[in-house]
Structures are given as structure tokens and as C-alpha cells.
């Protein structure tokens, strides 16, 4: 079992920036590739950003790239996601996730587990 715990959201605006964390407690946090996903009111669930357990692969939404970074410090079990330039649009209950031995994939049902999120607010 590994238990996430997502922080760091908030209101900002446009052009802004912020840091989001998730810290991972249970098995070995190093054995998982990490994800960020997020929700938007009315819609459904879409992939961010992931990388992989050994941190050498990284994946990113089209939307998100250039302005989005996922980075993971296995000796504090956390990952983050620093998000610069932020948009409207990307307004969001952020949600990381964790994918057993995974190469930071798309795909959200390849995650085992995951937080309960954080929200993010950007306002223009």
C-alpha cells in the first residue's frame, strides 16, 4: 500500500506560478513511477505530467509543455510538478498518482493509487 498526500495548490493568476508536491508513505517509493492528473468542474479526469520510477523518462500533456515540470526526490519519497505560467484553463483539482515499477504513463489506469487532491485556481 502507498499513501499520497498532494500540497501546494491555491489561487493565483494568470502568469503566475506554483509548486505542487505529493508525498508518498508505505512501500518503497522508489520502485514507482509517479504522475500528476487533474479535473476540471464538468469534466473528466486527463493526464499531466509522469515520470518514470528511475526518473529517466519524463511525459507531459501537450498543453502543459514548456511550462509544466515533473521532478521526484526519491530520498524525501516526493514528487512535484512546478507549474509556470499558469493559465485559466488550468484550473484544477491536481491528483498524483503512483504506478508500480511504470514509465510515467498517460493512461490513469495503469495507477494504483492516488491522493485526494489539490486545487488549483488560476484566475485571468
Known amino acids: 500500500q502507498v499513501q499520497l498526500v498532494e500540497s501546494g495548490g491555491g489561487l493565483v493568476q494568470a502568469g503566475d506560478s506554483l509548486r505542487l508536491s505529493c508525498v508518498a508513505s508505505?512501500?518503497?517509493?522508489?520502485?514507482?513511477?509517479m504522475g500528476w492528473f487533474r479535473q476540471a468542474p464538468g469534466k473528466e479526469r486527463e493526464f499531466v505530467a509522469g515520470?518514470?520510477?528511475?526518473?529517466?523518462?519524463?511525459n507531459y500533456a501537450n498543453s502543459v509543455k514548456g511550462r509544466f515540470t515533473i521532478s521526484r526526490g526519491n530520498t524525501k519519497n516526493t514528487v512535484y510538478l512546478q507549474m509556470n505560467s499558469l493559465k485559466p484553463e488550468d484550473t484544477a483539482v491536481y491528483y498524483c498518482?503512483?504506478?508500480?515499477w511504470g514509465a510515467g504513463s498517460a493512461s490513469a489506469t495503469l495507477y494504483d493509487y492516488w491522493g485526494q487532491g489539490t486545487q488549483v485556481t488560476v484566475n485571468s
Open positions: 515520470i518514470a520510477y528511475n526518473s529517466r523518462v519524463t
Open positions: 498518482a503512483a504506478d508500480d
Open positions: 508505505g512501500r518503497a517509493f522508489g520502485s514507482y513511477a
